[in-house]
């Protein structure tokens, strides 16, 4: 899992604006995933992707968007439509075929 | 889709006991189950998975057990030390349909020294 970064680690904003969180992996894995936990809570599926140019949206994928244009990225822009998008996000990547999935370090959001 | 219920929220043993989480899942289709452990702050580790096709997996102090039948497996860890204190999250994930995992909520595991 060293090979999955997340940038930056702490993220603030003001309500209202668009955020991009940054997810790169160079593992070479094509399966890419984000969670959202929120405080004394599991993870939540946002949206995730098997290979480039592709991806669902999870459980919760509203006010959320995603591109994967490169196997090694896969970027988590959280819009103003997001009613309250302070948490902690996590980015995962696995090869898909065996399932295991490791994820980066997370980005923790604060929107005031 | 796949719902994923986990016991206990909150688990307190003393150092040298043995802590069990269970968790069911509700997809008969799900073929991997997974267990990560969380730190404060940190992101979840993979600590042991099991398939289908096994019943029981061991890797030191920690093992899982797998009733496909009833559809719940189980994390064992023996021998717990302080440095074992964490949040423990299950999860599963089916062959087809969607392929991601859905987690558990998680337990909060505290060894008491």
């Known amino acids: 899992d060293g090979g999955i970064t997340q940038s930056p680690k702490y993220l603030f904003r003001k309500e209202g604006q668009n955020v991009t969180l940054s997810c790169e992996q160079n593992?070479?894995?094509?399966?890419m995933y984000w969670y959202r936990q929120d405080p004394g809570q599991g993870l939540r599926l946002i949206y995730y992707?098997?290979?480039?140019?592709?991806?669902q949206k999870g459980d919760i994928a509203e006010g959320y968007s995603v591109s994967r244009e490169k196997k090694e990225s896969f970027p988590l822009t959280v819009t103003s439509a997001q009613k309250n998008p302070t948490a902690f996000y996590l980015c995962?990547?696995?090869?898909?075929?065996?399932?295991?999935?490791?994820f980066g370090p997370g980005t923790r959001l604060t929107v005031t | 889709g796949e719902n994923v219920e986990q016991h206990p929220s909150t688990l307190s043993v003393q150092e040298g006991d043995s802590a069990v989480i269970k968790c069911t899942y509700s997809?008969?289709?799900?073929?991997?189950f997974p267990w990560y452990k969380q730190e404060l702050g940190k992101r979840p580790q993979l600590i042991i998975d099991?398939?289908?096709?096994?019943g029981e997996k061991k890797d030191q102090r920690i093992a899982v057990t797998l009733n496909k039948t009833a559809k719940h497996f189980s994390l064992h860890i023996t021998e717990t030390q302080p440095e074992d204190s964490a949040v423990y999250f299950c999860a599963a994930r089916a062959q087809g349909g969607r392929r991601a995992l859905t987690f558990g909520s998680g337990t909060r595991l505290q060894v008491q020294p």
């Open positions: 099991i398939r289908s096709n096994v």
């Open positions: 992707s098997q290979i480039v140019n592709d991806f």
């Open positions: 995962a990547s696995g090869t898909g075929a065996n399932y295991e999935q490791y």
């Open positions: 997809d008969s289709a799900s073929n991997y």
């Open positions: 593992l070479n894995h094509d399966a």
